[in-house]
């Protein structure tokens, strides 16, 4: 799987757009990128995932770069919630094992 | 439909001990990984088992070893621990289709292994 770059941390102030970018630029073809997210004390929680259009679900909106080296994980409106380490991962989709980063700690400010 | 659950939430061995950690999957999902996360680290993939049979290893030792049963729930065994065994122990449970592709994972909320 390809190798994920994020900044280790990032602060947001409450009811503002959270923007968490990952870099991914050795990420083949077939490699889907995927978000997860760890809330202190608990297990990662999907988010979302995408291969080459931009999502949309729920809880964020994944946007990919066209040459698919970047993407950008948007929280429309974040809360004290979302406080929270956030991992980008890419992958070939059949697979299951995720090949954890460092990944970036949000904190969501009042 | 009930989530991914683990037992016990915590646990504190010594040194050369033998643990055994459990974890019930999702209803209707027949793959489960274990990871392993150190403090201050992302999880690291120990193994995963799909229907009863062990299917990917990461980058662990033998005495790291598992099971699945019949119902997808799993077990994982640690021989002969190490200080630097001590970790938040992470299973998560999907849908795999016999024709390949996966749905996301879900994890359970860990057991926290503390090793003497």
């Known amino acids: 799987d390809a190798k994920t770059t994020q900044p280790p941390s990032m602060d947001c102030a409450e009811g503002r757009a959270a923007n968490l970018p990952c870099n991914h630029s050795t990420i083949s073809g077939n490699e889907y990128v995927y978000w997860y997210r760890q809330i202190h004390s608990q297990g990662p929680q999907y988010i979302i995932h995408?291969?080459?259009n931009n999502e949309t679900n729920e809880m964020a909106s994944l946007i990919i770069t066209e040459d698919r080296k970047s993407s950008t994980l948007i929280l429309p409106h974040a809360t004290l919630r979302d406080t929270a380490v956030y991992y980008c991962?890419?992958?070939?989709?059949?697979?299951?094992?995720?090949?954890f980063g460092g990944g970036t700690r949000l904190m969501v400010k009042p | 439909e009930t989530g991914v659950t683990q037992s016990p939430t915590h646990l504190i061995k010594t040194r050369g001990q033998q643990v055994t950690l459990r974890c019930s999957s999702q209803?209707?999902?027949?793959?489960v990984s274990w990871y392993q996360q150190a403090l201050g680290q992302g999880p690291q993939f120990i193994f995963q088992y799909y229907r009863e049979e062990e299917n990917g290893r990461g980058n662990f030792p033998p005495r790291f070893s598992g099971l699945q049963f019949p119902n997808y729930s799993s077990e994982l065994n640690v021989n002969a621990l190490e200080l630097d065994d001590s970790a938040l122990y992470l299973c998560?449970?999907?849908?795999?289709?016999?024709?390949?592709?996966?749905?996301?994972?879900?994890f359970g909320p860990g057991t926290r292994l503390t090793v003497l």
């Open positions: 998560a449970s999907s849908f795999s289709r016999t024709s390949g592709g996966a749905d996301e994972q879900f």
């Open positions: 209803s209707g999902h027949n793959t």
């Open positions: 991962i890419v992958r070939v989709g059949a697979g299951n094992m995720l090949t």
């Open positions: 995408g291969l080459k």
